[in-house]
T-cell receptor, first 118, second 115 residues
Framework: DTGVSQNPRHKITKRGQNVTFRCDPISEHNRLYWYRQTLGQGPEFLTYFQNEAQLEKSRLLSDRFSAERPKGSFSTLEIQRTEQGDSAMYLC????????????????FGNGTRLTVT | AQSVAQPEDQVNVAEGNPLTVKCTYSVSGNPYLFWYVQYPNRGLQFLLKYITGDNLVKGSYGFEAEFNKSQTSFHLKKPSALVSDSALYFCAVRDRDGGYQKVTFGIGTKLQVIP
């Protein structure tokens, strides 16, 4: 278990640019989540995958945000035409799911990607 | 809809004293409840969870939490606080009957253990 890996750790970009973050979950985990956390707030749910299928999306996820998990392994989160309000920590988490008793599996978080939009 | 309330922004406790971090929740059905801890510039680490059964659950680093259905609470406790327990603590809930996988987090409580 090497843990959830997120890259890059930090990203500074200018308003209007596109950015892409990557998440590598724990290898045997079939569920993957993206959350956003701003200062003084708890993580806010963005989207969730089971294998390669994106099953839930938050209304927070505007059209400028897109997430993929093409082979059911790593995932990418892209933000187009970034705005200053997108500045936040983007957290990825993974868990086991789909088996009996797996609904209570805890989330395993990566260390996040901190995005600063100038 | 599901939600979590952590009424205290910060809790201060002297080292060696017992600590409590409060959490109340709201779900349409029955809850799965979780506590996570976050250290600066790090992701969240799982501490413990309530699924069903015994209302007192034990977790990592000597923490425990008590589920109270009538008060819809899930307070985090530790008998004797350590300075190294100082961190940000998040309570989280998932509606067991809602058919969704989304886990909703509270805004967090900063725990400061004073030497």
């Amino acid at each position: 278990d090497t843990g959830v890996s997120q890259n890059p750790r930090h990203k500074i970009t200018k308003r209007g640019q596109n950015v892409t973050f990557r998440c590598d979950p724990i290898s045997e985990h079939n569920r993957l989540y993206w959350y956003r956390q701003t200062l003084g707030q708890g993580p806010e749910f963005l989207t969730y995958f089971q294998n390669e299928a994106q099953l839930e999306k938050s209304r927070l996820l505007s059209d400028r945000f897109s997430a993929e998990r093409p082979k059911g392994s790593f995932s990418t989160l892209e933000i187009q035409r970034t705005e200053q309000g997108d500045s936040a920590m983007y957290l990825c988490a993974s868990s086991l799911g789909g088996q009996v008793g797996s609904y209570n599996s805890p989330l395993h978080f990566g260390n996040g990607t901190r995005l600063t939009v100038t | 809809a599901q939600s979590v309330a952590q009424p205290e922004d910060q809790v201060n406790v002297a080292e060696g004293n017992p600590l409590t971090v409060k959490c109340t929740y709201s779900v349409s059905g029955n809850p799965y409840l979780f506590w996570y801890v976050q250290y600066p510039n790090r992701g969240l680490q799982f501490l413990l969870k309530y699924i069903t059964g015994d209302n007192l659950v034990k977790g990592s680093y000597g923490f425990e939490a008590e589920f109270n259905k009538s008060q819809t609470s899930f307070h985090l406790k530790k008998p004797s606080a350590l300075v190294s327990d100082s961190a940000l603590y998040f309570c989280a809930v998932r509606d067991r009957d809602g058919g969704y996988q989304k886990v909703t987090f509270g805004i967090g409580t900063k725990l400061q253990v004073i030497p």
